[in-house]
């Protein structure tokens, strides 16, 4: 079975300064790594997937299989950046596009 | 830009009573998923349909829980008793032929 762990529930930084969600998972196979973003009281929306390697909003996201990590980055953060991001995971196959979700991280980013 | 819309967004119910979290899904899309999220925890995911049949579904889903596609273009989610601890956010989401995740707004349910 897949697991994905987000260990910070919150993460407080301040504009402009560097920021890092981490995100780990397990699975024997090859997943599908994803990173959600969840604006106050808005619907969940896609950020990144691993397999376009795309910067969005300045974040970036890659894969390491080796320590099955796939922390979400970005160099400067912007007070709009505050939000819940989620890490989820897709095995394909037969599960096409189930995915498991992580706890979740809110970001706030302070002025 | 197309949206996944569900609704109503806020359910209240008694429990034991039978609801429907109704979704229109983006309509060239093919798969159709049900998750939810309890207040303070992870989404989960519950049910997947594809081809007018339940591809995949979760623990959480048991008899209590029934998907349909009435018409071609609404994705029902029913309960059939409510219980308390079915009190969630309950997201629909769909999804074309590659991925491309659509989720809607949300419904969330309060059962009292």
């Known amino acids: 079975a897949q697991r994905v762990t987000q260990p910070e529930k919150l993460l407080s930084v301040f504009k402009g300064a560097p920021v890092e969600l981490k995100c780990n998972y397990s699975?024997?196979?090859?997943?599908?790594l994803f990173w959600y973003v969840q604006y106050s009281r808005q619907r969940l929306q896609l950020l990144l997937r691993?397999?376009s390697r795309e910067s969005i909003k300045g974040f970036t996201a890659d894969l390491n299989k080796g320590e099955t990590s796939f922390h979400l980055k970005k160099p400067f953060a912007q007070e709009e950046d505050s939000a819940m991001y989620y890490c989820?995971?897709?095995?394909?196959?037969?599960?096409?596009?189930?995915?498991?979700f992580g706890q979740g991280t809110i970001l706030t980013v302070h002025p | 830009e197309p949206e996944v819309t569900q609704t109503p967004s806020h359910q209240v119910t008694q429990m034991g009573q039978e609801v429907i979290l109704r979704c229109v899904p983006i309509?060239?899309?093919?798969?159709f998923y049900w998750y939810r999220q309890i207040l303070g925890q992870k989404v989960e995911f519950l049910v997947s349909?594809?081809?007018?049949?339940?591809?995949?579904k979760s623990e959480i889903f048991d008899d209590q829980f029934s998907v349909e596609r009435p018409d071609g273009s609404n994705f029902t989610l029913k309960i059939r008793s409510t219980k308390l601890e079915d009190s969630a956010m309950y997201f629909c989401?769909?999804?074309?032929?590659?991925?491309?995740?659509?989720f809607g707004s949300g419904t969330r349910l309060t059962v009292v």
């Open positions: 989820a995971l897709s095995a394909g196959g037969t599960s096409y596009g189930k995915l498991t």
């Open positions: 699975y024997s196979g090859s997943p599908e």
């Open positions: 691993h397999i």
């Open positions: 309509s060239n899309h093919l798969y």
């Open positions: 349909f594809y081809n007018n049949e339940i591809s995949e």
């Open positions: 989401a769909s999804l074309p032929d590659s991925y491309g995740y659509t």
